[in-house]
C-alpha cells in the first residue's frame, strides 16, 4: 500500500498545488507507516528526482501519455498506476485539473472522494477528512467509507514542506495515448501570478468608481508582487475581466494576505475570500460589513491611502 | 441535439450557516432556497441560448431530491427547459447523486450534459466527472465559452493562470462557470408556461454510497480588525511585517 499523489503540471511546469498535494501525500505517508510516490502524466522539463525532497520515494512518470490534459483518458492512465503501485490513498491538488480527474477516478474505482480537504485525515474511527463547505462558511468532517480513498485538496490549505531527498524515477508507458480531444488554443496570462496560487492578492470593488483607475490598484499590486482581483459588480460591468471574480459565484481564494479595497465585503464577497489568512480592508465607510472580517484596516479614502501604501512599501522592500 | 441540464438546490447566498442535532445536519429551517448559480446562470442559461438558436434542441433538467425541491425545478423551467426529471432520493453522497444522472441520461439519447462548476453548498465539484466517467464520455470541466460546430464543440477552460480551447467530440459532459452565459430573469410567460411542463418523478437506482458527513464546525471568529490610520500606512507594513507575518 502507498499514498500517491497526482502531479498536475501546465506546459510541463509542475504547478504550486502539486507541491502542496506532495507534501500532503507524504505527511500521511508518515502518519500511516508506509510510503509517498507520486504520479506525472505526460511530458514535463522537470527533474523529477527532485520530487524526493516532498518526501516522494518513487515518482511513476507516464512519458508517452498526450500532453492534452484529457480527464478521460488521464482517468484510465491514473487507474493503471493506482494498481501498479498498490495505492490506498490518492492526493489531488485542486487545480482545475485535479477536479476534473478526481471524480472521475472515483467513479471508475467505485472509491470514495472528498473535495475542499484542508487537514489530514482523523483515523482514530475510521477515515474522516476534515473539509471546507459552505464556500468557507463551515467545515465538514466527512468519513470515506471504501478501501480506496480519494482526497482533493483545497488551493492554499496545506504549507510546501522540503527538505532533503532524492525519488526513484520509473518511466512508463501507457496504451492510452490517443485522445478525442483537440488542444485548439492555450493561452497564459504570462508573467503574472495565478490567482489561485498567489500568496498575496490585491482586490478591489466598486468603489474605484471605474476601470480608468485601475493604475493605483495595480501599483499596489505591482510592489507586493500579488494578484490581482475584484468584486463581481466590478467583473459584471466590464470593468476588469471575469477571471478576477472573486467570492461565492467566482473564484474562492486563499491567499496569506487579501487586501480589499472599497470593496464593502457582502456575504457573497467574503465566502470566496474568508478563508484568506489575513485580511486589510481599506474603504471609507466605517459601517463597512468587511471591517467585522479584517484583520487590519483603514478607514480613508482609497485614492489617497493605496498610493501612500504602496510608497510605504517600496521604502519597505528597498525599492526607493 | 438533446440537452441534460443538472439542477441543484443550495440554500440562498445570505444563509446564515447553523447545524443541528449536534452539528450533524445543516439548519435548514428559515433557510430560503434557490438554483444553485452556477447551474442556473451558466448552465442553463447556455442550454437555452443553443435552443434560442436551433429550436429543435430540447432541454431536459434534472434533479436528485426529495419532493420539496420541485418549487425549485419550477423556477428553472420557468426560465426554460422543455420538461424536468426528479429523482425521488435524498443524498449528499456526490457518487450516489452521479450514479441517478447516469442512469437517466444512459438511455436518454443525451448529447450533452451541463452541470454547474460545483454547487455552493457543499463545493464537491464532482457530479459532472463522475457521470461522465459512468458514461465513458469526455468531460471538459470550469468552461467559459461553449460553441456547437456541427457535431462538435468548442469549448474554452480557464484554470490557473490561463485558458485552454478544446475541441470535443459529443456527447460530452461540461461543466459551466462565469463567462458561459450571462443571468436571466424569467418573464411572465415563462413562469405560466412552467406550471404545465411536463416534470417526471422517478424512483432512484441502487447506487452506492462512499462518504458519509459525520459533523460540522463553523471557523473560529475573527479577533476582531486592528484599525490604522491613514496618514499610518508606515505602521501597517510594520503589523504585516512583524506581527501578521505575511511580507
Ligand atoms: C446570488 C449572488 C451571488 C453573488 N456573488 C458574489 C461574488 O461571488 N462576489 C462578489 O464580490 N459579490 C457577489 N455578489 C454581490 C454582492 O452581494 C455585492 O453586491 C458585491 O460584492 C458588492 O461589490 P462591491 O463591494 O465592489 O460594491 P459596493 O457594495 O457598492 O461597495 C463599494 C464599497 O466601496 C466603498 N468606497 C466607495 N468609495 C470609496 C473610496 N473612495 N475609498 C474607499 N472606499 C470607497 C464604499 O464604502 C463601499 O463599501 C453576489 C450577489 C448575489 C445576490
Known amino acids: ?320 | 441535439m438533446k440537452i441534460l441540464v443538472c439542477i441543484s438546490r443550495t440554500p440562498d447566498t445570505t444563509t446564515k450557516i447553523a447545524f443541528t442535532e449536534n452539528n450533524t445536519k445543516f439548519d435548514t429551517s428559515g433557510v430560503q432556497w434557490i438554483i444553485n448559480p452556477y447551474d442556473e446562470w451558466y448552465a442553463l442559461v447556455r442550454a437555452i441560448e443553443l435552443k434560442e438558436a436551433d429550436p429543435s434542441v430540447v432541454i431536459h433538467l434534472i434533479t436528485v431530491g426529495g419532493q420539496d425541491t420541485e418549487a425549485i425545478i419550477r423556477k428553472a423551467l420557468a426560465l426554460g427547459g422543455d420538461e424536468a426529471i426528479r429523482v425521488n432520493a435524498e443524498s449528499h453522497d456526490s457518487f450516489f447523486i452521479a450514479s441517478q444522472i447516469a442512469a437517466v441520461a444512459r438511455n436518454g439519447g443525451y448529447d450533452l450534459i451541463f452541470t454547474g462548476k460545483e454547487t455552493i453548498d457543499y463545493n464537491g465539484a464532482a457530479v459532472g466527472g463522475m457521470v461522465a466517467e459512468l458514461l465513458d464520455w469526455p468531460y471538459i470541466n470550469q468552461a467559459t465559452r461553449f460553441e456547437l460546430k456541427g457535431n462538435t464543440a468548442q469549448i474554452t477552460r480557464e484554470m490557473e493562470g490561463g485558458a485552454e480551447e478544446y475541441e470535443a467530440p459529443l456527447p460530452l459532459v461540461v461543466s459551466c462557470q462565469k463567462g458561459m452565459a450571462e443571468q436571466r430573469i424569467p418573464n411572465m410567460k415563462g413562469i405560466m408556461s412552467a406550471r404545465t411542463k411536463p416534470l417526471k418523478v422517478i424512483e432512484p437506482a441502487a447506487a452506492d454510497v462512499l462518504t458519509a458527513v459525520s459533523r460540522f464546525d463553523l471557523p473560529p471568529p475573527k479577533a476582531g480588525v486592528k484599525l490604522v490610520a491613514p496618514d499610518q500606512v508606515d505602521e501597517l507594513v510594520r503589523l504585516l511585517h512583524e506581527e501578521a507575518k505575511v511580507i
Open chain 1, 1 to 320: 500500500m502507498s499514498v500517491l499523489a497526482f502531479v498536475d503540471t501546465a506546459e510541463g511546469k509542475i504547478k504550486k498545488g502539486s507541491l502542496e498535494a506532495l507534501s500532503y501525500a507524504s505527511q500521511l505517508a508518515g502518519v500511516l507507516n508506509t510510503r509517498s510516490e507520486a504520479l506525472v502524466i505526460g511530458e514535463t522539463q522537470e527533474d523529477l528526482t527532485q520530487l524526493g525532497k516532498y518526501g516522494i520515494a518513487k515518482v511513476y512518470h507516464v512519458q508517452n501519455a498526450p500532453s492534452v490534459f484529457d480527464s478521460q483518458l488521464y482517468t484510465k492512465i491514473a487507474a493503471d498506476a493506482v494498481s501498479a503501485a498498490g495505492a490506498k490513498v490518492l492526493v489531488f491538488p485542486g487545480t482545475s485539473n485535479g477536479k476534473a480527474l478526481a471524480p472521475r477516478l472515483s467513479a471508475k474505482l467505485k472509491a470514495g472522494m472528498v473535495s475542499g480537504v484542508v487537514q489530514l485525515p482523523e483515523l482514530n474511527n475510521g477515515f474522516a477528512v476534515k473539509r471546507s463547505v459552505f464556500s468557507g462558511k463551515a467545515f465538514s468532517d466527512v468519513a470515506i467509507l471504501t478501501d480506496i480513498k480519494l482526497i482533493v485538496l483545497n488551493p492554499n490549505a496545506w504549507p510546501v514542506s522540503s527538505g532533503e531527498g532524492s525519488a526513484e524515477v520509473i518511466a512508463v508507458q501507457t496504451a492510452h495515448a490517443s485522445s478525442a480531444l483537440k488542444l485548439l488554443n492555450t493561452s497564459r496570462t504570462s508573467g503574472k501570478v495565478p490567482l489561485t496560487e498567489a500568496e498575496i492578492v490585491v482586490s478591489a470593488g466598486r468603489g474605484m468608481k471605474g476601470p480608468e483607475n485601475w493604475g493605483i490598484v495595480e501599483e499596489l499590486a505591482d510592489v507586493l508582487n500579488a494578484a490581482l482581483a475584484c468584486s463581481r459588480p466590478v467583473a459584471d460591468a466590464h470593468w476588469r475581466p471575469h477571471n478576477e471574480h472573486v467570492g461565492q459565484t467566482g473564484i474562492a481564494i486563499a491567499p496569506n494576505l487579501y487586501i480589499a479595497i472599497g470593496i464593502s465585503g457582502a456575504i457573497q464577497h467574503l465566502a470566496g475570500v474568508n478563508r484568506s489568512k489575513t485580511i486589510v480592508v481599506i474603504n471609507k465607510d466605517p459601517e463597512a460589513p468587511f471591517f467585522k472580517a479584517a484583520d487590519y484596516g483603514i478607514v480613508g479614502d482609497a485614492f489617497e491611502v493605496v498610493p501612500k501604501l504602496t510608497a510605504a512599501l517600496k521604502k519597505f522592500k528597498g525599492l526607493s
